[in-house]
């Protein structure tokens, strides 16, 4: 423990594994190695930090005697020590100022890195392609839809969303489908379900959505249209209340239905409905460690998404 008659300055630093995250009336901590936090909103704290997050700094600012005795400073720096987070040195310890290496996020500099480092950039984007969503309907134009997919290199997975029916001459998207090697997923109404077997069904998957309350006649029309096929078939109901989910789930057990989801739908009125049965709590969401790495990589872009695309139908 450090003395509080001790009258030298120090340097102050942040450990490398620490993710700190500023605004102007709030600094989080977060260690990586342990999912430990440091939440603080005393502005002598926050201006601590940003100091010492400046690159210029390298992650070390002094901290003099006196900054070092204020009470919000003073116990902001006991806790980082702490749980290990950061550290003080007495600067009589040293000859010069300390460097320490922190990770910085510089993913605007990207073309300026590769430009240095003689990195190869991606030529083509459809390289790094995964997924295709193909939204549907009777604007959807295979004249110039067809020519783009052909051009598509390797196996993307493709999503066909909306009535397919609706398409004019939709057996030419579905031949093509059919010829690829592709997974490929109709996701649509249970009132637009549609027969694919015999003639279509190579990797075909059903994703059925539902929308609360059914209409039992279309319901068991195309229920048997799916039963009477081998293809895999999924059922996502959309739910906006509690009442909705316990719908789901009577239909679930009445119709011995395996595979389903369940998918809340915001109507602008059902917020409470969010609230307590969707929305994550700070707990829930640091509960998982999570590597520098992770979070900044998620800074860049975002991971869900990357590598697929839309294609709408008025394009």
């Known amino acids: ?15 490398p594994y620490v993710f700190v995250g500023l605004t102007n009336t709030c600094a989080l901590l977060y260690n990586t190695l342990d999912g430990v936090t440091i939440e603080s909103d005393k502005i002598e704290v926050i201006e601590l930090l940003r100091e010492t997050m400046q690159e210029e700094n390298c992650g070390v600012v002094l901290l003099t005697n006196g900054r070092y005795k204020q009470k919000e400073v003073n116990s902001f720096i006991k806790e980082l020590r702490e749980k290990y987070m950061g550290d003080i040195i007495d600067v009589a ?20 890195i590769y430009k240095k480092q003689n990195f190869p950039s991606l030529r083509n984007v459809l390289e790094k392609l995964s997924e295709i969503s193909l939204h549907v309907d009777n604007t959807t134009n295979l004249t110039k839809l067809l020519p783009f997919l052909y051009s598509i290199p390797g196996k993307p997975i493709f999503n066909i969303i909306g009535n397919i029916a609706d398409v004019t001459n ?29 003639t279509f069904e190579n990797t075909f998957h059903y994703s059925i959505s539902v929308s609360l309350q059914i209409d039992m006649r279309q319901w068991e029309q195309s229920r048997q249209i799916l039963l009477n096929q081998t293809l895999p078939f999924e059922y ?5 209340s509690v009442e909705d989910c316990q719908q789901a789930e009577q239909l679930v057990e009445q119709f011995r239905i395996e595979k389903y989801q369940l998918r809340p739908v915001y109507t602008g009125h059902n917020i409470r409905f969010f609230e307590e049965n969707v929305f994550l709590t700070k707990e829930d969401i640091l509960s998982t460690p999570m590597s520098i790495k992770d979070i900044f990589s998620r800074q860049a872009m975002n991971i869900y998404d990357f590598g697929k695309i839309n294609n709408l139908s008025s394009v």
């Not at 592709?182 to 109404?189: A, E, Q, V």
């Not at 996502?236 to 906006?240: A, E, S």
Request: proline share 9%; aromatic share 14%.
């Open 170 to 198: 939709y057996r030419e998207l579905l031949s093509f489908l059919n010829q690829h090697p592709s997974p490929k997923s109709i996701i649509g109404s249970y009132t637009d379900v549609i027969a694919l077997q015999p």
């Open 236 to 240: 996502i109901f959309d739910v906006t």
């Open 1 to 15: 423990m450090i003395s509080e008659k001790t009258i030298a300055d120090y340097w102050f630093t942040i450990e």
């Open 93 to 112: 310890l040293s000859k010069g100022k300390p460097v320490q290496v922190l990770p910085f996020f510089n993913f605007p500099n990207k073309h300026n």
